[in-house]
Each structure stands twice: as C-alpha cells, then as structure tokens.
C-alpha cells in the first residue's frame, strides 16, 4: 500500500469532471485501513471515502487524502432457506446483480446497472423499480476510523429510510464499509409492479418472467433513459423524487392534473422528480457544458468539458425554478464535495 500524491480525480467520477487529490490511497485489503490508522492518517488527514464514484460532484480539487474502497471478493452460501451473498467493499454493483442472476439468487435483479460499489450501496440504501437494498441486505462490516476497530451491523443499525443511511447522518465519514452481506432467495419472488416493467414484459410476450427476465428488462430500460458514464459524464439521478403530503398533494392536483405520483407510506406520496424537471422546460436543455439529459429530465450530463461547478449552478437553476413553480424544494441525491 502506499499513497500518491496530487491525482487526478477525473477517472474517478462518472461525471469524468477535472479535480485533483491532495493524496489518494487504494485500499486492497482490510490490514490497509488497520494500517493506516497506526500511522495516524485517520487524524492528520482531510478524508473523503469513494468507491466507484458514481454519487459524488466534485466542484473544486480535494485537499484532503481519497480513500478509494477496491476489496474484492464474491461468495454464497446457504443460509436457513435462503442464499447469503457475502461481497467486497471494492466489487462493482452491477457485476454482483449478474453474478446473482446468473446463479439464480433472486432479490436483487430490480437494482440491474445501478452504478457504484456494493460498499457505497447500503450508504445511499440504493433503489430502483420497486426494491431497496434494505429489502434484502443482511449485515455489513465497516472500519471505524475513530478507533481502529471493525464493527458489523444489522439493519436495524443502519436506520434506513428512503436513499438514506446511518452511514449519511450520525456516521459520516466515520465508517469505510469493507463487506456487504445481502440474504437472497433461490425461489423466484419477483417484483414487476412498476408500469414500466410489466409494460416491457408484455413487449417480449413474457407472461412467466424469470430472474434473468426481469434484470434483461430492468436493463433495458434503464440504458433507453439514461446515458453511459462511459460515453457521456452523469451520476443517474441527479435528485430525489419530493416526498410530500397526501393534503400537499390534493392542492397541486388542482393545478396541475397530469402530475406523476407514487404511493409511500401513509399520509405521503412520492413526487417525480423528472416530471417536475421537465414541466419547467428543462429535458433536454443544454447550457454551456452541462444539460439534463434528452430522455430523462432527472439526470444531469456533462457535455464534454464542464467544470463540478458549472454543472452545480446548473443544478441551481433547476431548484430555483420547480421551487418557484410547484412550491416545491428538490434534493440533490449526489453528493457534492
């Protein structure tokens, strides 16, 4: 293990925008974080924990030492009547969705092509098309920084709620999660209850959809809204989708009849954000070099070579006008170092 100085952080975030690390440090290995706690990092240093990248906007150079989260490691085991998924910190979050599909684990096929580590997952409590991690994750061991010592937690420790943690409120920027635990199934309990799924389905004439089936579908329709990091900077969603109230509600309908809701719990209903987005005008603007992406008002896109803080005033235009318009306030689900 040994730490760089002055990186490029540019191939490190899926926006692919310019800023340089003060230090950065890869972590292989559990005995490198041990490490790195005898040596007293953990105190002198400014720290940012990342994984793939994927969730983060940098909008200035980090002068600070990156901790970049690469323990690796895939494995399932029986556990009373399900599968237990045991994962590195480091492992790609798409790359465990398939190798569960592939075997026939059932749990996770929902959360195809989410980008990110599986360490980054129970952080956000990542989610898409009906499932949440907490759905299914088990337990996860992570580093704590203040002591040296690893601690495992359940999910009742890791408070979740919707794309939020513990890890992001009372513990942040204190634990590095170096394993996740998920608890999976080996009998088909599919989840097809978003529209868009079942719509999909009823394209391919799959009335008996497997696993495979629902990841296949799920992928698709996440690469026919959203652009490849790969080809054009983003981080997905950009924001939240507003949780409001069902009285809330009510009174926009008057207004605005079309709008695009979902139930949450009770007394609340969940906003599209991209809906909001989009009624202001904003799918598919560019300005300079960012834009919100043509097919999905939600995810903002770096065009080639803007800066972290062009696409965060960008961002702010956006707020400013659904709040101006619906009396609403969108929240940034990346976050912004």
């Known amino acids: 293990m040994s730490i760089l100085n002055n990186v490029s952080l540019k191939h490190y975030n899926t926006f692919g925008v310019e800023a340089t690390a003060k230090k950065l440090v890869h972590i292989n290995h559990e005995e490198d974080l041990l490490a790195l706690y005898n040596d007293g990092a953990f105190e002198t240093e400014k720290l940012l924990f990342l994984g793939g990248g994927s969730n983060m906007l940098f909008?200035?150079?980090?002068?600070?030492?990156?901790?970049h989260m690469n323990i690796k490691g895939l494995h399932a085991f029986p556990i009373n009547e399900g599968i237990e998924i045991c994962i590195g910190g480091g492992e790609r979050w798409h790359d465990v969705v398939m190798?569960?599909?592939?075997?026939?684990?059932?749990?996770?096929?929902?959360?195809?092509?989410?980008?990110?580590?599986?360490?980054?997952?129970?952080?956000?409590?990542?989610?898409?098309?009906?499932?949440?991690?907490?759905?299914?994750?088990?337990?996860?061991?992570?580093?704590?920084?203040?002591n040296g010592s690893f601690r495992t937690f359940n999910s009742a420790d890791c408070k979740f709620?919707?794309?939020?943690?513990?890890?992001?409120?009372?513990y942040k920027n204190r634990f590095l999660i170096t394993q996740l635990n998920l608890l999976l199934s080996s009998q088909?309990?599919?989840?097809?209850?978003?529209?868009?799924?079942?719509?999909?389905?009823?394209?391919?004439?799959?009335t008996?959809?497997?696993?495979?089936?629902?990841s296949a579908v799920v992928a698709a329709i996440r690469v026919s809204k959203l652009p490849d990091p790969s080809t054009i900077g983003n981080s997905g969603s950009f924001f939240k989708n507003p949780i409001i109230s069902v009285d809330t509600l009510d009174r926009l309908v008057s207004d605005f009849v079309d709008i695009v809701y979902y139930p949450f719990d009770?007394?609340?209903?969940?906003?599209?954000?991209?809906w909001l987005i989009d009624q202001c005008g904003w799918k598919g603007k560019i300005v300079g070099n960012t834009g919100t992406w043509k097919n999905q008002a939600l995810v903002l896109v770096n065009q080639g070579n803007a800066t972290g803080l062009e696409i965060y005033e960008f961002s702010e235009q956006i707020i400013e006008s659904v709040k101006n318009r619906?009396?609403?306030?969108?929240?940034?689900?990346?976050?912004?170092?």
């Open 59 to 67: 909008v200035d150079d980090y002068d600070g030492l990156v901790v």
């Open 188 to 206: 088909s309990k599919l989840n097809t209850t978003y529209g868009a799924i079942n719509e999909e389905l009823s394209k391919r004439g799959i």
């Open 208 to 214: 008996q959809p497997t696993i495979k089936d629902v």
């Open 326 to 337: 619906f009396g609403i306030t969108l929240e940034r689900e990346v976050n912004v170092i």
């Open 161 to 170: 709620s919707y794309r939020d943690s513990v890890f992001k409120n009372e």
């Open 99 to 146: 190798y569960c599909v592939n075997n026939g684990f059932g749990g996770i096929e929902n959360l195809s092509l989410i980008p990110g580590t599986a360490g980054a997952a129970p952080v956000q409590n990542i989610g898409a098309y009906g499932v949440e991690l907490q759905d299914v994750f088990y337990s996860c061991r992570a580093f704590d920084i203040r």
């Open 266 to 274: 009770i007394g609340r209903v969940k906003i599209a954000a991209g």
